[in-house]
């Protein structure tokens, strides 16, 4: 795998109460908060690829401007890109993808879980590095 893949996959286990699940098969780590996916990593084509939630409209901007992001694979195509980690897109945009994708999950939480989080990590741990929230 790409030295883009690994970095991208500790970035992801770094999130806050980010478990990693093998529901699938056992070269596709499925990463999850509170039990509710946020992002997925496999190889498409001998190319490694990330799964990761996107507002609608975002979703379709990134693709527009990114030759390596997709609509998801095996994904509701709506809400999910697959951005494939062949090193032509920055790390750093991946990395945003990835706060987004976290992000927009733990907004979807319950209330209780939400607050939970909210309690013991801070809002740019949360909310990704441009949020104010």
Known sequence: ?????????????????????????????????YGKMFALLSEQQGTPVVNLKCDPEHAIELRSIF??????????????????????????????MVDQSYELVVRGLTKKDRQSLELRYSSSDLYGRKSDS
Do not use: R
């Open 1 to 33: 795998m790409s030295g883009q893949f690994n970095d991208v996959k500790a970035y992801i286990k770094a999130k806050p109460e980010a478990k990693e699940e093998y529901p699938f098969k056992p070269d596709v780590p499925v990463f999850k908060v």
């Open 67 to 96: 030759e390596t992001v997709k609509p998801g694979y095996h994904m509701n195509k709506k809400h999910w890109n697959t951005v494939y980690l062949d090193d032509s897109l920055p790390i750093g945009e991946v990395m945003c």
